[in-house]
Nanobody, 124 residues
Framework: QVQLVESGGGLVQAGGSLRLSCAAS????????MGWFRQAPGKEREFVAA????????KTLDSVKDRFTISRENAKNTLYLQMNRLKPEDTAVYYC?????????????????WGQGTQVTVSS
């Protein structure tokens, strides 16, 4: 089992940057494939990015792939999401999630463990 706690959200102007962190408990963080999702008000939770256990493979939502970068530090049990050139449409609660499912899953239902989320608000 793994517990996840996100941090790093906040209010930022359009064009700014934020780095989200997700701290994982337990000694098996490196065994999990990790993902970032987001949920805007009135919308379904959507996939943003996923990363393999080693960090050597990633997958990112097409609409953000030139601005967002997912990474991880297994030695620190931490997952990151670097977000640059933020836009108002990026406003959402961002969640990290963990899964043992093979590959780089993009479905909400494919992830087992979830954090509580961190709010990102981008003003125009």
């Amino acid at each position: 089992q793994v517990q996840l706690v996100e941090s790093g959200g906040g209010l930022v102007q359009a064009g700014g940057s934020l780095r989200l962190s997700c701290a994982a408990s337990g000694r098996t963080f490196s065994s999990y494939r990790m993902g970032w999702f987001r949920q805007a008000p009135g919308k379904e939770r959507e996939f943003v990015a996923a990363i393999s256990t080693s960090g050597g493979a990633t997958k990112t939502l097409d609409s953000v792939k030139d601005r967002f970068t997912i990474s991880r530090e297994n030695a620190k049990n931490t997952l990151y999401l670097q977000m640059n050139r933020l836009k108002p449409e990026d406003t959402a609660v961002y969640y990290c999630a963990a899964t043992l499912t093979l590959g780089l899953p993009v479905g909400v239902g494919q992830y087992t463990y979830w954090g509580q989320g961190t709010q990102v608000t981008v003003s125009s």
